[in-house]
């Protein structure tokens, strides 16, 4: 799922989960989690990272009408269809300690936290903007760094990001954290490319008009 020079791949992975989706109890999933399942859409409401999306047995459009990248739409799709319940835990772990996380560690490591440190390097006020766009919060106590935000990604998963901007010494340094629940309501690709969703979310809160 990060292979973004092949569009048409993920595309018919989208089209792929559609008879998953017009098949699956989409209300009941929508309740578990905590979703507002609008009637007359026929679809629940998702907040992602600042953007509303519905979700319903048709697919997955956006609530404002504009762009719907592949990232969004597929992870939204299993988001409803994982069946997630339960609650966060507060606790977080870098991705690579998560049951199995292993497999795309170094991925997340270079195509997101490393994305990141490279996009806003030299550009903390535009990062500060950009998080307190997207429903930012102060970071638990026992993160540190030149900014360190909570961001409610999903209902029922938030994501910590430590940034610390480059210096005479050293380079930028960005890290994304997962609560120890996130497994319950997306696999470990979703998870990872739910780093990548934030990553492309605050780039374009930090520069809206590019």
């Known amino acids: 799922m990060f292979d973004s020079d092949r569009p048409e791949v993920y595309e018919k992975v989208y089209q792929e989960l559609l008879p998953r989706l017009a098949a699956a109890d989409l209300k009941s999933a929508a309740r578990e989690l905590g979703l507002d399942w609008q009637a ?14 519905l979700v319903g047995p048709d697919g997955v ?3 404002d009408g504009g762009s719907d990248p592949f990232t969004h739409r597929i992870v939204l799709a299993y988001y409803l269809l994982h069946g997630g319940r339960g609650t966060p835990a507060g606790r977080y772990l870098p991705y690579r300690e998560l049951p199995g996380g292993q497999d795309f560690a170094r991925s997340l490591s270079e ?3 490393g994305r990141l440190a490279r996009s806003f390097s030299g550009r903390l006020p535009q990062l500060e903007k950009a998080a307190q766009a997207l429903g930012a ?7 540190s760094g030149d900014l360190a935000r909570v961001f409610p990604a999903l209902p029922k998963l938030p994501l910590v990001l430590t940034f610390y901007d480059a210096d005479e010494e050293f380079p930028a340094e960005a890290k994304v954290f997962y609560d120890l629940t996130a497994p319950n309501f997306l696999d470990l690709e979703c998870l990872a490319v739910l780093g990548l969703i934030l990553v492309m979310e605050l780039e374009a809160a930090a520069d809206p008009t590019t």
Request: glycine letters at 4%; proline letters at 19%.
């Open 111 to 113: 195509i997101v936290e």
């Open 61 to 63: 459009r956006p609530a």
């Open 137 to 143: 919060s102060p970071a638990p106590p026992e993160f």
């Open 40 to 53: 007359d859409q026929n679809a629940a409401r998702v907040p992602l990272l600042g953007r509303d999306f």
